[in-house]
Nanobody, 127 residues
Framework: QVQLVESGGGLVQAGGSLRLSCAAS????????MGWFRQAPGKEREIVAA????????YYRDSVKGRFTISRDNTKNTAYLQMNSLKPEDTALYYC????????????????????WGQGTQVTVSS
């Protein structure tokens, strides 16, 4: 089992940057694929980015490619989402998620693929 705690959200002007962190408890973080999702009011939860537990495989939704970067530091049991050139449409509650896998290059791009979720951190981008 793993418990996830997000941090780093806040209010930023369009064009600004934020870095979200997802701290995981437990000693087996290394074997968990990680994902970042977001949910805006009235909309469904959507994948933002995902990373394999080995870090070699990543996935980004089209609208964030070139602006967001997912990474992880397995020595710190932490995953990150660096968000640059933020836009008002990036405003949402951002969640991190984890799924244990034996394949070091596996990434999961749908919410149903993840068993563990954090509580979320709010990101608000003003125009």
């Amino acid at each position: 089992q793993v418990q996830l705690v997000e941090s780093g959200g806040g209010l930023v002007q369009a064009g600004g940057s934020l870095r979200l962190s997802c701290a995981a408890s437990g000693r087996t973080f290394l074997t968990y694929a990680m994902g970042w999702f977001r949910q805006a009011p009235g909309k469904e939860r959507e994948i933002v980015a995902a990373i394999s537990w080995g870090g070699a495989s990543t996935y980004y939704r089209d609208s964030v490619k070139g602006r967001f970067t997912i990474s992880r530091d397995n020595t710190k049991n932490t995953a990150y989402l660096q968000m640059n050139s933020l836009k008002p449409e990036d405003t949402a509650l951002y969640y991190c998620a984890a799924e244990r896998t034996s394949y070091d290059r596996a990434v999961y791009t749908t919410a149903v693929g993840y068993s563990y979720w954090g509580q979320g951190t709010q990101v608000t981008v003003s125009s």
